[in-house]
């Protein structure tokens, strides 16, 4: 049973965040599944990979609504990242459990690290936000 709750949680905040900030899977998701499910690093990821399709594709409707949707880019990301998912697959199934997770702990830190040192370059005025919040 407590798994289970913790699975509509991790689900929803996932949710939540990805709509918020335009993360899902790799960043979410599979953290998540690792840490409070205790799912292998190449399942978390598996699964995640799942989940993410029908929280992007709410997202993007959603955005889409606001104006704020590049479609055309999205496609082809899409599409070349499909490519790419079919590399990574075989590269994560062909690597030690340890090595996989040592991989993803790198890229979130280098993500992070990216994050915080626009933000700290970032002199330039914030953009007004658009939508049913503004």
Request: aromatic residues 6%.
């Amino acid at each position: 049973m407590a798994a289970e709750v913790a699975v509509v949680a991790v689900g929803l905040l996932a949710g939540i965040i990805a709509g918020m900030l335009g993360v899902g899977g790799g960043a979410l998701f599979a953290p998540a599944l690792v840490i409070f499910l205790g799912e292998s690093q190449l399942h978390a990821e598996a699964t995640s990979l799942v989940a993410i399709v029908p929280t992007a594709l709410v997202g993007a409707w959603r955005q889409q609504q606001y104006g704020n949707l590049r479609l055309r880019e999205g496609l082809r990301l899409g599409a070349l990242g499909a490519g790419g998912g079919l590399v990574g697959v075989a590269l994560a199934n062909t690597v030690s459990e340890r090595v996989l997770r040592s991989i993803f702990a790198v890229f979130i830190l280098f993500v992070a690290f990216q994050l915080v040192r626009r933000e700290l370059r970032s002199g330039e005025a914030e953009p007004t936000p658009r939508g049913d919040l503004a």
